[in-house]
């Protein structure tokens, strides 16, 4: 798929099209830290994280990484988080999987 076939794909048919996420919203972890994520459906306590693989090169990124989730989880929410590579793939587990826990909150 082409960059434009994602950016104007109708993706309220894979969820409910008023449960659309929020882009690039601030939540603050159990810690206090606030953290800026990719993806926030208030309504079902889930964050969307659209991963890029290249800054999980260095282990000191990814072991960061690790703990903002944790941080974020801890509060009570849920993360998930998915690639390119399971974006454009209309029958890719990782997507089917969290999609359904959308509609399931729903």
């Excluded at 798929?1 to 894979?14: L, P």
């Excluded at 926030?40 to 290249?54: A, K, L």
């Amino acid at each position: 798929k082409t960059a434009y076939e994602i950016s104007t794909r109708d993706w309220s048919s894979d969820v409910c099209s008023s449960d659309l996420p929020t882009p690039q919203m601030w939540l603050q972890g159990v810690s206090g830290r606030w953290w800026r994520v990719d993806f926030w459906w208030e309504e079902f306590g889930v964050i969307g994280e659209s991963d890029g693989m290249v800054k999980y090169d260095d282990r000191r990124v990814l072991l960061e990484e690790k703990s903002r989730q944790l941080d974020l989880e801890g509060t009570g929410l849920s993360l998930h988080r998915w690639g390119w590579t399971n974006a454009l793939r209309d029958d890719d587990p990782l997507m089917t999987q969290f999609l359904t826990r959308l509609r399931r909150a729903a």
